[in-house]
């Protein structure tokens, strides 16, 4: 089985990123089916076909024109030096604090006397971005011996001399009495395009319309929507503690001086703003979820 | 423990269909609770009581009157001779494209010299639905020994002359590369009730309601709720985009020229009209799941 | 690691009421992310930081003010003799029929002689609440020798001479053949405060504005929003079926004699509701799941 | 694929029993490896091959000459009225206590008034072995509604009239509350063959010498090997608590008034054994596990 | 269910022992078998009835009488004051290197002031052996709040003073950063009985068959059996590489000048060994598995 | 944590050759345990520390000198290019016919027009083995693109144009209907050494030690230990059926005209060999595992 070049050929991400990535498409109303004995997934949308690539090579396979559009992280494309030969329609940012790019550090034990770049010189250093962290000492004059690691990366900082790790929190980076010299890259999610596909106007369009999907499914998953009775003396008042940014819809409820405002918030904006709306006179207060904001 | 006569007698099916079951109840309004140890779970409705029986059985037990009503596919009604014998009360249809009723399909390997059904004259085919499967070659004036097959069937193709076997999407039948000669049967799953039952006026209501809740929540889950603000100048034009069979829900906000339409879609549909609604002018669109649709 | 004393520090129970009381928080707002190497989950609210430790023992670190706040049973609140020295910010009832608060009965083998409190003179009774058993006994003025019993407490009863266990729907006790003498104690979930904690006003009002999003979580969990379109004719028929103390929202469509009704119901009166509604000339009729509801 | 001909073609029950057939098979000296994918086991002799099958057709396909041989229980010989047609090759008998052939046992509910087989005249029973319960019931010249049943048969004792249904320990029936009327069938393993395949002298000797390290596998595993050093002039007292059908072997040791003394014991008598033997002078007492045994 | 009087009633330990004990007494030659949903577990000896118990319990049922022998960890032996109030028949060594006695140490953290036990005045430590701990401070006249702790004991040395936690190898007080002051108590697993059934002869006898064969097994888990031929001309240098307390069984080949040596060896000792017998001029050298060593 | 220079370093390979790399050393004799969390395994053996690699680097780290020697594949060493820069201690073969050497295959689809190696000009090629595929080419003076594969190789070949993947049996090749081109590289399991390390007595006779024990454990695994007793009158009878090669051990039993006869077998022979000692008047054979096997 191959993909026929008359459909929009996606590669979605296997591995780590596989579960998100599918439930991420679930929400932007995109039904992707994989079984497990197939990288074909199926996708409920008949002009669309996908496959399953490792996130580390999805760049190369766009570039090649094996996938028109395909999602991966920054790093592989700056890894495999594919920035300038692929469109990137979409970089999939995320509002909440905890959802922190992505950043590979050079890093050395705590008791180590490296303290600047400088003091690699003549080191070994392990890594998975070989070709980024070479370039990365070039930039900076230093000769450094770097290796390629296969996994539990972190523990060769100890082994050899340094290491370029992945890192979110900086959790395993602690947890390995390690210490950051410098952050090499950061990196987010992107939504690629190969560029002759990018070309064929009922691909692109198709492809505008996946990310203006994903755009809204990803916004609505920190948001919520807030409804609320409010009698209509003490309207302004409520009006003024929401957050600028957002114009409240307000319809008259019948026969009644009370109105209805309804308002979609930030999730984190709502556990402030629940006690000081109840306070200025608004009552019958609800949440509910939403599936898809499109300002 | 038994199940009493004054409650409405649930049959519940086990195996690879109970934990939709389960689900879809839940998402109905009622909640089914199985103690691993039990066959009798715990329904939150003190007026039923539920049993756990194979898929296969529960139409025989209905006929029977062990229990009054229960859930199973119409496959397993006809290899039971049951048909006449209950009220279908509803059709659990899905509109999901990949949703698919199951088919029962007679087949032999794709290297196999037989090409219809007549070629079977004194060959032996494995099935689990031994009495259809006799009731078809006899339609067909055929001579066949139709043997009980356990599980594996698709490999009996390979070993007897041909198997008729339960596919959903045919993957199983292409992944054992075999040959699709006939349809025997299209199963879906049925709500079917005992005849002395449906007869008894307060047990007839209680399942009318529990199939209307049922229908309700199969058909929540395919769609969506859609909010957006809309100028009203701009209002024919973008509810012109909305399905015809739609009649959006129109109010007009407070002291504003802008009104909110609401509308419930497919959520097939919204993939398609959310661009289009954007560029008609269309603001503030956010769409929300649904736990029911009663039209 | 420790907990700073400038953030409100909150025990969160592990074992069987984590991943509950994980999701109960997730609702109200709050995101706590237990890292599997750490007994420090993670809050997304830089004011709070959180240790797991077990429900049995929250409250007693409540009382020594090395947390303070914490979610517990009011069981072991009371075996660990602290109801006087905490604050009792909010107790975590449930609306479902099924979740009634745990209780801990005094139970022998059926087939005992022991009919009441009075026959345990100079008998041996096992349970995990030594105190709290004890304490009843004194009560009671009976003469018993109570050992502390870990784990498989049921089957003690008929090893010894008598068991006080916890039990919920009553079915362990049932399944074991047990029979209830007494209740000693019923138990709900409490979220409690250390009095120093309490004094301080912005602790205080951190813990009052938590009690009051978990409590709209929690009331939003067996409640459903729903909405219909009803004739204006219509209007006070179908307003009549609605349960008295909810007045439901009423919004006049624009430009028809049709309004849109919108209520918050309890999800088990939904179920009866529906079909009621359908008759009385409601259409587009839909229900929708909440977040959170704050009357 | 398929089974060639020219090679012994061994059935291997599938499910239940597929480990514990799979390990024996290990212990007589054939490594039988299951690719998750397939119902073709591999072999490492060039001349078998196999098939995973159901253990209750392993025997109709016997018969059928689809396999030449195979393992499966004596109940399903009997259910499917094979016993004549097939050369029954081994019974696979185990001499451990706890290993007792398994039964199909008629059980009522214990409070049912049903106290012998001829109460059973007009009632329903549930059972997975149909022909076998109809033949008994005619037999015993009384009229039962006999019905196949789909799993949990034990509940069935009490939704119907009674079960036939399989127990080892009679600790699922003791379980359920129920009560057993009468034995049906008593089970063992078989070891069979198809009638010409035994015609065919390879594929016989093939198939005895199977059965004999198959024999000797089961005999090895019940058993240990004890080695002993006893002075000369002890040893007739030692050789005298032996079991009488056991003959040692006894081997002078070099330059020593010593013999070393080696036998084959049940494990079971082994534990009684030990004490005695070094009570009465065996010194350097070891024992070692077997492979096989043949004596 | 209970334990009948005229058997020996074994305590088996429930949990983190459960397995090992179970495979300890299927290689002394008893078979128990847990029934998932039972206390008791069945013991292919009429004789013996065995029920579980958690390993903190067993002394005090040992004392009163519940049950006449079982295996329990000496730490809840002392922690239960159940020392003098027991027979202690055999205590459960292991010969190899890892398998160190448990220890419960006294620790703080790395970074704490305390340096001796004196330092605990007025300080809190948690322990799960609350007596034993208070009697240590008591006996070192130290005046320290010892509180139970509920599991995660090793992260409460920050949140408190100090703790009071087991430790095999050291490994998890490391990990936690802890520093030890103390070690309270060192703890084997022991074979204990009821004073009273051990005045019983019967009882007594069969406990001590018991503990003969666990004490053999438990010995040949580390060792091995070793043979080899050797030219009778070196059978002195070989033997002087043995272990001097083992004497070898010899045993002259029919018709040669060569003979055959057989050992059992700590499978340690084997490591070593091999290399220099096969030098010394052995030949055939195998090692094999035992099942018991009785010397 | 690091090695230390006066230990014998050892690099275990992690992921799927762990588990039966462990495995082997505790048949040999060492026990390795690995705690979760830690890449040092614990060692029996105060001589010898570990750390877990990946297959893929350990050839690497022992030429870089991190460690001293470790179990790795061939193709790795190759593919890192540091077969001369190391001492090959041992490979580890397997006698069984399953145990096949893994090959590394340049495979295209069924359907492919590419017949050898020449018609790969110009094309793409997928593999893990980058290096070892561009040097294959090369000498074959074929310019082919080729490129590192990050797992689903397989799927590649119809992706690209061909793969170099690996193969045990052959049948993941024709489960995804590939064609071999040509075999790239053959590759077993080695016990390699740092060159300097090997200078250094006592680390050589460590790691001779080491593989002595290593090949004997792996010799014991498919060979059985098998005593029996024989008349002498049959003796020369009996011998002759054994394999020449091996020299069976005779001893005279006491007081009797029969000898027992000892002999170590391919566990493969032992199936034949079994059924003609019995008729040749052999009686009480026993078979039994082994541990090691040193000749």
Do not use: H
């Amino acid at each position: 089985m191959t993909l026929p070049e008359s459909t929009l050929r996606l590669g979605v991400p296997s591995g780590s990123m596989q579960q998100s990535t599918i439930e991420l498409f679930a929400r932007a109303g995109y039904k992707i089916s994989v079984d497990g004995r197939s990288v074909f997934p199926r996708v409920d949308d008949e002009q669309i076909s996908a496959v399953l690539f490792r996130s580390q090579e999805i760049s190369r396979y766009v570039v090649d024109g094996i996938i028109d559009c395909g999602l991966c992280g920054y790093d592989w494309i700056v890894e495999n030096g594919n920035q300038d030969d692929i469109v990137e329609i979409l970089e999939l940012t995320y509002s909440r604090a905890t959802s922190l790019p992505a950043r590979w550090v050079l890093a050395v034990p705590d008791e180590s006397p490296i303290k600047t770049v400088k003091d690699f010189e003549g080191k070994i250093v392990a890594t998975e971005i070989v070709n980024t962290v070479r370039r990365y000492f070039d930039k900076n004059s230093v000769k450094v011996n770097v290796e390629f690691s296969w996994g539990t990366t972190e523990i060769k900082a100890r082994l050899l001399d340094g290491i370029v790790d992945l890192t979110e929190t900086g959790s395993s980076i602690r947890a390995n009495n390690l210490r950051v010299i410098d952050t090499i890259l950061s990196s987010t999610i992107r939504f690629i395009a190969n560029k002759k596909a990018w070309a064929i106007p009922w691909k692109r369009e198709k492809m505008e319309n996946v990310a203006m999907l994903l755009q809204g499914a990803i916004a609505a998953r920190s948001k919520v929507g807030l409804k609320m009775n409010v009698p209509e003396s003490k309207l302004s008042d409520v009006i003024s503690f929401l957050p600028a940014e957002k114009s409240p819809t307000v319809s008259r409820l019948a026969d009644t001086d009370w109105v209805a405002v309804e308002v979609i918030l930030e999730d984190k904006q709502e556990r402030e703003l629940i006690p000081r709306l109840k306070r200025a006179g608004a009552t019958g207060i609800i949440t509910y979820p939403l599936n898809k904001v499109i300002p």
